[in-house]
């Protein structure tokens, strides 16, 4: 029972990430953010080893977004500075810009997975934004799938890049609420790469004493 608690706890994490990163947000998410309910969603990551810091910090940046007078427009304006402007401008968020890979070869292999998985890009976006890995990711998660293709996924087509983009966004940006929501999801990553790990580590050693 709590295993499948974890696996709602992280599906829903990559998910709320992607929503956030996938274009600029409206007045009613930003509504919806400052709601009680997703607050206490946000407080409650705290939990998670190494995030209380992070956290505190997005929390911070969420509430000096809320209080703008015109928020929606000037959130817009942010999201669009650090994301649409191409580099060194802006920031770029698709994995295939990143020296692991080329654009052509990682979005190649995400639509596969994204077949497989039964997910299209919406609105056109191309499949290696950073919003559809972390969707693709929460339906693997949702989905449980089997450790090993998640961590697969999760190490080969995110935290490879994830890091950079977390780079480049606090250098652009340290106290932005973007630049801090991606410091926080890629922080989360690393975690759950950890995590990923210890499991397949345990399924390991209890089947070689088998």
């Known amino acids: 029972m709590q295993h499948n608690h974890i696996y709602q706890q992280r599906a829903a994490v990559y998910q709320w990430f992607s929503q ?4 600029e947000l409206n007045e009613e998410q ?31 940046s969420l509430a000096r977004v809320l209080r703008r007078e015109d ?5 817009a304006a942010d999201f669009a500075s650090l994301f649409l402007l191409a580099p060194p401008g802006g920031v770029s968020p698709y994995a295939g810009h990143y ?31 950073i919003a559809v890995q972390l969707s693709l990711m929460a339906r693997m998660v949702a989905n449980k ?36 929501a991606v410091n926080v999801i890629t922080h989360f990553m690393r ?15 209890l089947s070689s004493q088998s």
């Open 20 to 23: 956030l990163l996938f274009r």
């Open 30 to 60: 930003l509504t919806s953010l400052e709601s009680g309910e997703n607050r206490k969603w946000l407080a409650s990551l705290t939990a998670i080893p190494g995030l209380s810091f992070d956290i505190k910090n997005l929390e911070r």
């Open 71 to 75: 928020r929606q427009l000037e959130l």
């Open 99 to 129: 020296p692991h890979t080329t654009a052509a070869e990682e979005r190649r292999e995400m639509n596969v997975l994204l077949v497989e998985y039964g997910l299209t890009p919406h609105e056109n976006e191309t499949a290696d934004h």
């Open 145 to 180: 799938e089997k450790l090993s293709a998640q961590y697969y996924f999760l190490h080969h087509h995110i935290m490879c890049w994830a890091p950079l983009l977390r780079e480049s966004c606090l250098h652009r940006d340290e106290e932005g609420f973007y630049p801090q």
């Open 191 to 205: 975690e759950d790469e950890l995590y990923l790990e210890s499991l397949l580590m345990d399924d390991f050693y």
